[in-house]
């Protein structure tokens, strides 16, 4: 949702172009893949668990990249995503010849990083600067952030977007509408 979310802010303040149907799709299915690509450390995620074998698989990349919340969670990590992105969507663009895969890949990187920031407001908060093992939270104080899978997550910052989505949706409706009967072409 947060990715979502994020997509629809930095969309909305660019200028009108027009886009094919296949590069919103995919970009919408990017900007999600991103949202849960930093949570790639942790075996319990929903990343693995929508796996088959995902759990195992999970324990051993949880392994390699240095347990929870680590560095597919730094600005090291969003660098080292951001190539292989870059790499994999280079190599899909012969197989889905009108998709502007620029924009497929910011909308990855978008997804990702409002993944980190919503990280921030947890107590774990995100170690942003490694190898400087810092982690980094808003609010500064600890006690004032969320906990993770709790109470405020559900009740708080979900409907939040929610209500942000909403607004978004209802405040741009006529650009929106607009847009796919304008610049939606094939
Ligand atoms: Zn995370």
Redesign the pocket.
């Known amino acids: 949702m947060a990715a979502l979310t994020a997509l629809g802010l930095v969309a909305l303040t660019q200028p009108i172009q027009s886009l094919t149907l296949s590069t919103v799709l995919v970009a919408l299915l990017a900007n999600q893949i991103g949202g849960i690509a930093?949570?790639i450390?942790?075996p319990t995620?929903p990343f693995w668990r929508n796996l088959p074998v995902g759990h195992i698989v999970g324990k051993i990349v949880d392994k390699a990249m240095g347990g929870?919340?680590f560095l597919?969670?730094s600005l090291l990590g969003l660098a080292l995503f951001a190539f292989l992105a870059q790499a994999l969507l280079h190599i899909l663009q012969p197989i889905l010849p009108h998709v502007d895969m620029h924009l497929v890949w910011w909308a990855f990187i978008i997804g990702m990083v409002s993944?980190?920031v919503?990280?921030m407001l947890t107590k774990e908060g995100?170690p942003w600067l490694l190898p400087i093992p810092i982690k980094i939270g808003l609010p500064p104080v600890k006690r004032l952030r969320i906990t993770t899978g709790k109470f405020a997550e559900m009740f708080l910052v979900l409907p939040a977007l929610i209500g942000v989505d909403m607004w978004l949706f209802a405040s741009h409706y006529g650009q929106l509408l607009a847009f796919i009967h304008g610049n939606l072409i094939h």
Request: hydrophobic share 30%; net charge negative; aromatic share 0%.
């Open positions: 930093p949570d450390d942790q995620a929870h919340r597919s969670h993944h980190l919503m990280d995100v």
